[in-house]
């Protein structure tokens, strides 16, 4: 059959499964990408991106705000999940409307129905910015999946396995591109390698990262 325009500029469904549980969803995102980006907004606007100090005393190069009922939040006293900014004293900002809506259709897309997540952990990645393997373990309850969606400059993301030592995959997550991680694979190590510089047409020179928990 003789390939339409359609079919020429149609793009390629960039859809990729990590492992039993784990799954990139390619620019499941995008559909909402102006509401999504006006949310992060309103929500940095009352709870300001801050770099938090890790148990250990260093300042993270990622930095990070929340919204919803809980935050996660670290300190020297440890990694723990709060109802209270402790910048600004107040309850962290009311988890915006699209924000939920798009986790709860990420999460059901890959088998995990009826999400509603309680925190939204955003991160703010500039040049140069990383995070280190580390499994999401704070959260009390690993029966939900954690969905993460990614908005600005290209990310290298790397999925490990169970333990810190096995064999990573490199994955590069992209402007609207959405992951969705639980069951077998709730616990894998996984990390983001140092920011390349550039420049994206909406966010300039960052990436920015919202994670949807179940903290409780
Ligand atoms: C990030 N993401 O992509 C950091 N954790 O900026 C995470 O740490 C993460 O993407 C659990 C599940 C999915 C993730
Ligand atoms: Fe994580």
């Known amino acids: ?47 300001p991106f801050r770099h938090l100090i890790t148990p250990g005393g260093y300042r993270m190069s ?19 999940y709060d109802p209270i900014d402790p910048e600004t004293r107040l309850p962290w900002p009311p988890m915006p409307e699209v924000f939920a809506t798009l986790a709860a259709k990420a999460a059901a897309t890959v ?11 955003i991160n703010r990645y500039e040049p140069g ?8 373990k704070d959260e009390r309850n690993y029966d939900a999946p954690i969905v993460s969606v990614s908005l600005g400059l290209p990310a290298t993301f790397l999925f490990g396995g169970l333990a810190r030592g096995d064999k990573q995959q490199r994955i590069k997550l992209i402007h609207g591109d959405v992951v969705v991680w639980g069951g077998p694979a709730r616990l894998a190590y996984h990390g983001v390698l140092p920011l390349a510089d550039g420049d994206h047409p909406l966010l300039g020179r960052q990436r920015i990262n919202l994670t949807f928990r179940k903290a409780g």
Do not use: I
């Open 1 to 47: 059959m003789q390939k339409t325009m359609d079919d020429l500029f149609e793009s390629e469904p960039r859809d990729l499964r990590l492992a039993d549980g784990a799954m990139v969803l390619g620019g499941f995102a995008l559909a909402h990408e102006a509401s999504l980006l006006v949310a992060v907004r309103d929500v940095t606007a009352r709870a």
């Open 62 to 80: 990622v930095a990070m705000t929340n919204c919803g009922r809980l935050g996660w939040v670290s300190d020297r006293s440890g990694y723990r």
């Open 111 to 121: 088998g995990f129905a009826g999400f509603a997540p309680e925190a939204c952990l």
């Open 129 to 136: 910015a990383k995070l280190s393997l580390h499994q999401d």
